[in-house]
């Protein structure tokens, strides 16, 4: 592919060579499968790849899934001979969490290369151990010298788009391999629970789009079994299982993780839904999301089972996951004049507040999974993000991002920057008072990127009340655009060790930059 950088280090390279091969010539996992059969001959597999997510400069959390009852073993070492290998013994693995597990790394050195790999034992016979499982991360650097560079994006397996064998499944996540970030922010949309997966689709000039399917994405998933087919289904595909074996991950859920554009007490009006209770189907999908991605406050006791937290990366980067799903109030006309609940709810709201007056980072991420003033619509008189379409004061759940707005203002915290995904497309926005109804606020910027792997839509419009300019938009004419019309999108953010300095580049699939923004460390508004 043009404009990308050679394949990683010999080094960092050859650990991986037997999860990365593996993963290319590994034919798919149990398609279709749901838990594994307690009567297997052999030794536990993994088939599903290794995950890591929430690395910090001295921790980490290692994901796997087994094919069977086992024991989780952990093994890292600083070399890919695994000498001086240091053991963690991790989770039995059952069909109480879909036989996955996670384990918890501490006490590693900052700015490393760790290299690990799993092994999954027979519980009742620790000697029969399955063929171990090989990946390779990097912690956050303890020195701001060291520099900071990480991808993100969002939307996958939506509108009907899945694995497509055709064109090589989702290959940009081989792209993003072989950029070798320190890390990836997910912003959301990690299946399309709602989206059915039909094994063929035909496009608007004619060709045949093929998909890999399951039995889970025949219909919309409503019971736990099925909101774990959605998970796994992602993981069939090679080329994430490789990325995954080397890229850490940041992961946030929004609406799909459940059902478009829930919220908490909706009561469905959906024939294709028997359960009409969308609190029962978000606790069955939280439960489901949280055995198949590593989050570190999903797996701890000080967590509480949230999804929104803190990941500091270094003296560089603190990145503020955001839950803009679980704690809003109802879509409406966004009109109230009064609204403490907000997209936030008051929780959060004074937890973001606390936690950016903590920081001290040069740079604050605020990992949205919701775009602020791009106006998202919930039928015909509703709106579903934070904007709706009124360009005077704000109203409705505007006023708790005007709140927080002018929190930061007032308590001059630096270099807020806001990262997202949701609508289909790729774009820029500057925000400055100058422009905006509401003028209580510093300048800041917010970059949008996705889809992954789903459909591409038109831009939204825009809502003047927090004087938002388009800088930059690259979306398409029409709805739905398939990832065989068009390329599929994805952000990189590049944090000078030196000057510190914070660039943002907006890319497209296939090695293109489309648009690159460099930002000032140390202001309060730019």
Request: proline content about 7%.
């Amino acid at each position: 592919m043009p404009n990308l950088p050679p394949f990683p280090s010999p080094a960092r390279r050859s650990v991986l060579r037997g999860s990365l091969a593996a993963s290319a010539a590994l034919a798919l996992p149990a398609v279709g499968a749901a838990a594994p059969a307690f009567a297997l001959s052999g030794r536990p597999r993994a088939e599903w790849g290794v995950q890591v997510g929430d690395v910090t400069s001295s921790s980490a959390l290692v994901w796997v899934r087994s094919d069977r009852p086992s024991r989780m073993i952990v093994e890292t070492s600083a070399t890919e001979s695994f000498r001086r290998a240091r053991t963690w013994h991790g989770p039995l693995l059952g069909p109480g969490t879909d036989f996955t597990g996670t384990t918890p790394l501490y006490g590693l050195p900052p700015g490393e290369q760790v290299h690990y790999r799993v092994v999954l034992a027979d519980p009742h016979d620790p000697r029969r151990t399955g063929k171990p499982v090989y990946g390779t991360f990097r912690t956050a650097p303890a020195l701001r010298r060291d520099g900071v560079r990480f991808l993100w994006s969002g939307d996958i397996a939506g509108q009907g788009w899945g694995i497509n064998p055709d064109i090589g499944g989702y290959v940009v996540y081989d792209e993003m391999r072989r950029l070798d970030p320190d890390f990836f922010l997910c912003s959301g949309d990690n299946i399309y629970a709602d989206g059915v997966i039909e094994p063929s689709v035909t496009l608007p000039d004619g060709r045949v789009w093929r998909n890999v399917t399951t039995e889970e994405k025949a219909k919309v998933a409503e019971t736990l079994a099925e909101y774990r087919g959605n998970f796994r289904y992602n993981l069939l595909d090679h080329n994430l299982r490789a990325f995954n074996a080397q890229v850490p991950s940041i992961v946030q859920w929004d609406d799909h993780e459940v059902r478009n554009n829930w919220y908490p007490g909706q009561i469905l009006d959906d024939a294709r839904y028997t359960e009409k209770n969308v609190d029962v189907l978000a606790a069955r999908s939280m439960r489901a999301f949280r055995e198949y991605f590593p989050v570190s406050t999903l797996h701890s006791r000080s967590g509480d089972g949230r999804v929104h937290r803190v990941v500091r990366h270094g003296p560089l980067l603190d990145v503020f996951v955001l839950d803009m799903r679980s704690f809003r109030n109802a879509n409406s006309p966004g009109r109230q004049p009064d609204d403490t609940t907000g997209i936030l709810g008051a929780e959060q709201l004074r937890w973001l507040k606390n936690e950016l007056s903590r920081s001290r980072a040069v740079w604050k991420v605020i990992a949205a999974d919701m775009p602020l003033g791009l106006v998202v619509t919930d039928g015909a008189t509703d709106f579903e993000a934070v904007a709706q379409g009124d360009p005077g004061k704000p109203l409705g759940r505007e006023l708790q991002i005007a709140e927080l707005l002018r929190f930061i203002k007032h308590r001059r915290i630096t270099g807020t920057v806001w990262l997202t995904a949701d609508v289909h497309y790729t774009s820029a926005q500057h925000y400055a008072p100058e422009r905006a109804a509401f003028k209580d606020f510093a300048p800041f910027w917010e970059f949008v990127s996705g889809p992954l792997a789903a459909g591409q839509f038109q831009a939204n419009d825009l809502d003047a009340t927090f004087g938002p300019d388009r800088v930059f938009v690259r979306a398409p004419d029409r709805a739905n655009v398939s990832p065989m019309e068009a390329p599929q999108y994805f952000g990189e953010v590049d944090i000078d060790g030196g000057s510190g300095e914070l660039t943002v580049r907006l890319r497209a699939q296939g090695g293109s930059v489309l648009f690159t923004k460099v930002l000032q460390p140390g202001r309060v508004g730019q």
